[in-house]
């Protein structure tokens, strides 16, 4: 509940700084400079993390192929073992 509140008040005073003097604080011009800054910054780190997920996607592959290929043989020689 004290989460939802401190944010409901953040979010009323982002949109009380953003609007136009004598209303509010202006800052509208420094946000947008400010997200116009960090949006590369953050678009890095972003594809970043984007490339660490898929080569854990691909390890992962690999790896579930490779307990997969060892069933199917210990499958196999279950299967022969039986059979003789």
Known sequence: MVALIVGLVLIAFCVFACLPAGIGLAWG????????????????????????????DIKDKKEARKEEMEAKKAEE???????N
């Open 29 to 56: 011009p420094d946000v947008v400079d400010f997200l116009r800054g960090c949006a590369p910054v953050f678009a890095a780190f972003v594809g970043l993390v984007s490339v660490f997920i898929g080569f854990a």
């Open 77 to 83: 020689s279950a299967k022969s073992a039986s059979g």
